[in-house]
């Protein structure tokens, strides 16, 4: 079935690196992707990958994609207080009519 | 280049009252999309719009919830009676295409959110 998990919490602490993990169902063609949620704010995309890729980085982010394992992360280097938010990892694919397939979010705590 | 807009910001009714939602979307983006993000969850999508016509309200309760798109531009979600299970954040997003494409990203408003006593 289509499912998308996530952890719900990560903490760490500020200047390391925070490092947000995530499974999906599998598919011939899928896009994933990182949205940040922070408080009274919308969803932001932060990033995307295709699932032909292995990696993909913008300047501190870092999306990993293990295609064997269905696994999805996301490394931010450097992690600073403006970071703290929710994450969503989400997928969508050619049988979901490309609709986006949401995770429950991992919220980020940064610890000083 | 202005966002996607939601009003009102924050609402709070009791059971059995209704309530409505809107949404403009970004100038010239064809599809909008109406999500229900309950506390703890990732959004559900509840309404697709490609312009003025319904792509997909599969998961839309059709007994209390409507929407529509009347001009293809600004759209309105009412929930009418509302329950307490309905207590949420209701996020409008909007596509440039949509529908069926491969990648077209969507653009969130900030989120009504709502609290039904």
């Known amino acids: 079935g289509e499912d998308v998990e996530q952890s719900l919490f990560l903490s760490v602490r500020e200047g390391d690196s925070s490092v947000i993990n995530c499974t999906y169902t599998?598919?011939?063609?899928?896009?994933l992707y990182w949205y940040k949620q922070e408080p009274g704010a919308g969803l932001q995309l932060l990033t995307y990958i295709f699932s032909n890729m292995d990696m993909k980085q913008d300047q501190r982010l870092t999306v990993l994609l293990n295609k064997k394992d269905k696994h999805l992360s996301l490394r931010i280097a450097d992690t600073q207080t403006g970071d703290s938010a929710i994450y969503f990892c989400a997928e969508s694919f050619f049988e979901s009519n490309y609709q986006l397939i949401w995770g429950a979010g991992t919220k980020l705590i940064i610890k000083p | 280049e202005a966002g996607v807009a939601q009003s009102p910001r924050y609402k709070i009714i009791e059971k059995r009252q209704s309530v409505a939602f809107w949404c403009n979307p970004i100038s010239g983006h064809a599809t909008l999309y109406w999500y229900q993000q309950i506390l703890g969850q990732g959004p559900k999508l509840l309404i697709q719009f490609q312009n003025n016509g319904v792509v997909d309200d599969s998961q839309l309760p059709k007994d209390r919830f409507s929407a529509e798109r009347l001009k293809g531009v600004d759209s309105t979600l009412k929930i009418q009676p509302a329950k307490l299970e309905d207590s949420a954040v209701y996020l409008c997003?909007?596509?440039?295409?949509?529908?069926?494409?491969?990648?077209?990203?969507?653009?969130f408003g900030p989120g009504t959110r709502l609290t039904v006593t």
């Open positions: 997003a909007s596509s440039f295409e949509g529908s069926g494409r491969a990648f077209d990203e969507q653009y």
């Open positions: 599998d598919s011939s063609s899928t896009y």
